[in-house]
């Protein structure tokens, strides 16, 4: 066949729709995202995708992954022949050995993020159970022994873990391999793997991490709530809802830009009226969000086609609650999501913003924003507008999403400052007489 480059789309489209592209531009499109949030180096790493004719899309050998087109893609045919204008990538074997050993599987990550590789090299896997959203997209992870890389050896040791049933494998001294039935799944795998592992390496500075139990994940795995539906009709839509959605996908997608959400990880809301709310949908992949994705709740009902998040009956359960709360974010930002999981208060007496601006952070326990939201709304208000919940990340309250999302940023900056004074000695918190200063200076009330 005649090998035609497609056109370079490795950088975000705003109406991208992964089913619609070909394997080379989503391949392209991944590693970018890959390489560009340092999960992989200039020369590591490689993707693939096995398509309806049992042809394989992979990444090249020997080329720039930092300025890889779709036009450099290989593709092996099932006949062994090559189309490309380069060699497939060395580690091709073990792609070809996990798709034959699971059918199921259509596209595989492999790269060497560093926490990963931390946990490879020292002959670990990571515990997933630290928040659900690892847990619910890796499951348990397996572990593959040494094999030389691109050798017929390490293809079969990396399949024989696949074929076991597990999606997600680390290699030893070698980093990670994710499979997905798209590669999508196959990176948000990916992605929320590697958090994990950096959250566990950073928690372990703070004190031990606490897993959830069985129970636990039971009751986030039962949250899938199904509202009743209402027939929404776009010509209906305000300028107000208009603005709204729009500022919605703009902030999702600076979070993850940020690192402050992953693909798989995030939910942002805002209020309309007092009857309706607008929140992100499910699935989502946060990278790029468009405004008709965005799900419209209005009094209980959601817009009909749509589902929203998971947290849309905590985030309901605010705005009843309190009327001048007009944005509610849930994210798993890493150095919050350390005091997560260790069960542990941010403490804001770091800087005078962030007292100003947080006041004092609350500790939830994992079970209260599934069935407890009495309890979630009598300790959250715009005057304790952040809580750290119990492994499972932190929520901020604003009166817009502007104001809301800044919150946000201030509050794992102050973690990610406590956490880095760590090995110099620790931090010195402000003293009580800074801190009514503050609040007199300010006008706070006490």
């Known amino acids: 066949g005649v090998f ?39 020369s590591g790493g490689n993707l693939s995708i096995l398509d309806e004719n049992g042809d394989i899309w992979i990444t090249p050998s020997r080329v720039d992954k930092g300025t890889l087109k779709p036009s450099d893609i290989v593709c092996v045919k099932r006949d062994g022949s090559v189309t490309g204008p380069h060699a497939p990538s060395s580690e091709y074997p073990f792609h070809r050995a996990i798709y034959e050993a699971r059918p199921d599987i259509r596209a595989v990550v492999h790269a ?27 499951g348990q992870v397996g572990f593959a022994p040494y094999g030389v890389p691109g050798s017929e050896d390490l293809g079969q040791k990396i399949a024989a873990k696949f074929a076991e049933g597990f999606d997600s494998v680390v290699l030893e001294s ?34 031990a991490p606490k897993f959830l139990t069985d129970q636990q994940l039971q009751l986030e795995s039962k949250s899938d709530v199904r509202l009743p539906a209402f027939a929404y009709d776009p010509e209906m839509m305000t300028v107000r ?48 969000v468009l405004p008709e994705e965005i799900v419209m709740i209005r009094k209980g009902k959601c817009e009909q086609g749509k589902t929203p998040s998971h947290a849309v009956l905590a985030h309901q359960a605010v705005y009843a609650a309190h009327p001048e709360v007009h944005a509610v974010i849930n994210a798993c930002p890493l150095n919050a999501l350390a005091f997560s999981v260790c069960h542990k208060a941010i403490d ?6 962030c007292y100003i601006f947080l006041r004092e952070v609350g500790l939830l326990p994992f079970e209260t924003t599934f069935n407890d939201y009495e309890a979630m709304v009598r300790h959250m208000s715009l005057r304790h507008p952040a809580a750290v919940l ?57």
């Open 4 to 42: 035609t480059a497609a056109p370079d789309r490795t950088g975000k489209d705003d109406a991208m729709n992964y089913a619609y592209l070909h394997p080379r531009d989503e391949i392209a499109l991944t590693l970018s995202r890959i390489y560009r949030y340092k999960m992989t180096t200039t």
């Open 112 to 138: 060497h993020p560093m926490a990963l590789v931390a946990f490879s090299i020292s002959k670990k896997v990571p515990e997933t159970k630290l928040i659900p959203q690892t847990y619910r997209w890796n």
């Open 174 to 207: 070698h980093g990670v391999c994710c499979g997905g039935k798209n590669l999508q799944d196959a990176f948000q795998r990916f992605e929320t793997l590697e958090l994990c592992c950096k959250t566990e390496i950073k928690a372990s500075t703070l004190g």
């Open 241 to 288: 809802e208009k603005e709204l959605r729009n500022a919605l996908c703009q902030f999702v997608e600076r979070g993850y830009r940020q690192r402050l959400l992953t693909g798989a990880t995030g939910t942002f809301s805002a209020r309309i009226d007092a009857d309706s709310f607008l929140i992100t949908p499910r699935p989502l992949d946060r990278f790029s």
């Open 348 to 353: 804001t007496r770091t800087l005078p913003e």
């Open 390 to 446: 119990c492994n499972n990340g932190v929520m901020v309250l604003g009166r817009d999403i502007l104001s809301a999302f800044d919150l946000l940023e201030v509050l794992e900056c102050s973690a990610e400052a406590i956490l880095d004074s760590l090995p110099i000695g620790g931090f010195v918190p402000m003293g009580q007489p800074v801190i009514d200063e503050i609040i007199r200076a300010f006008n706070l009330p006490a």
